[in-house]
Every structure is written in structure tokens, then in C-alpha cells.
């Protein structure tokens, strides 16, 4: 396994980065959010934890601001589809979780750089490109072409001796996707500063 640095680059010249793995849900799923109170939470930011139904899958931190556009554009108000990036690191799996949410018409906002407000929390560099080839196939059943943009929701640790596919990153990732949306995560750590700190 290559040697990488906790934002997930490559720790030198010439070295490759970690592989990366991607599992999309095949239809978008209810999701409800809420602040939550978690003493991790550093002071001026705010943790929003993500729930299917009335059981907690996710947390994660933010700034205040992004929360509010979360909620002042109902980004949760129909099904979204979910997005894991898997790539193997120390102790095991390290996994995000997003959502991929439609794009708000800001008619008012004059910026040309396309960035959405919340853009500042996306952690973890690489997840981009991934998260492109999932866009890139979804447009093709999009006849209308909506953007979507993904929402961070936490961090998921799988530890190795708690892999199913120790032999294959894809269906690694799929299973642990399967498991967060129908609810079996017994043995799935959350870490809800991990967005923060760009794990």
C-alpha cells in the first residue's frame, strides 16, 4: 500500500496515490438532517448529524454559514443519491460520505466561481475527480441535465479485520454503503471531526 498523508496525498515524488473506490446508492434515499450536539465540535462551528428515518448515520462539522444554506435551500427536502469515496489507509478503510444534492438557483449571487457556500467543508483532496465520474455517468439518464453538488456527511472507518472484500476496494466500498442506508453499522466508526481535519 502506498505511504499517505492523512488529507490523502501522496507522501513523495514518484510515489502513486492511494487507490480510490466509489459506491453511488441506485436510487436516491430519504435523508433527514439536524444539528446535533457533539463536544468534539470545535468552538464557531456546528455539527450536523444525517438520519434515515430516526436512526443517526452520520455526523459532521461545519461552519455555521454552510449550515444555514443547508436549510435556507431545503437541500434534503426530496431523495438524494449517496456517494462513498473508499481508499485503503490506516486501519483500514478510510471512507467519505456525500450527498449529492441539486444546485440552488442563487439568482442574487454575482460570484463567478461556481463554489457553493458549503464548499469550505468538502474534505479530503482527490474525492473531486471520483465524485466527477459518478456526474459524468448520472448525466447520461439526466435528460435535463441538473447539476448536483455533494454535501459532506462524515467519515466511516472500516477496520481490516473487519473487511468482507479484503481482495477488492470496490465491493468494499458497495458494502459499506449498503450497510449505512439499510442500517446494519455495528461495525462502522463514525468520526465526526474527521471532515474538519481533511481525513
Known amino acids: 500500500m502506498d505511504n499517505v498523508n492523512p488529507a490523502g496525498e501522496p507522501a513523495g ?3 502513486q496515490p492511494a487507490p480510490v473506490a466509489l459506491a453511488v446508492t441506485d436510487a436516491p434515499v430519504e435523508l433527514r438532517v439536524a444539528m446535533v450536539e457533539d463536544d468534539r465540535t470545535p468552538e464557531g462551528m456546528v455539527c450536523m448529524g444525517t438520519y434515515r428515518g430516526e436512526r443517526l448515520v452520520a455526523r459532521c462539522v461545519m461552519p455555521p454559514e454552510a449550515w444555514q444554506q443547508v ?3 431545503a437541500l434534503f427536502a426530496a431523495p438524494v443519491k449517496v456517494v462513498l469515496v473508499a481508499r485503503e489507509a490506516s486501519p483500514g478503510l478510510q471512507c467519505q460520505l456525500f450527498a449529492m444534492v441539486p444546485v440552488p438557483d442563487l439568482e442574487d449571487d454575482d460570484d463567478d ?8 467543508s468538502v474534505p479530503g483532496a482527490g474525492y ?10 448520472d448525466d447520461d439518464d439526466d435528460e435535463e441535465g441538473d447539476e448536483v453538488t455533494p454535501i459532506p456527511l462524515g467519515n466511516i472507518v472500516r477496520f481490516d479485520r473487519d473487511r468482507v472484500y479484503p481482495e477488492s476496494l470496490p465491493h468494499e466500498a458497495a458494502d459499506i454503503l449498503m450497510k449505512v442506508i439499510e442500517g446494519k ?6 468520526r465526526a471531526l474527521a471532515d474538519l481535519l481533511g481525513l
Open 128 to 137: 473531486e475527480a471520483a465524485v466527477a465520474d459518478a456526474d459524468d455517468d
Open 185 to 190: 453499522t455495528s461495525e462502522v466508526v463514525d
Open 71 to 73: 436549510q435556507e435551500y
Open 13 to 15: 515524488q514518484g510515489e
Open 113 to 120: 466561481d461556481g463554489e457553493a457556500p458549503w464548499a469550505a
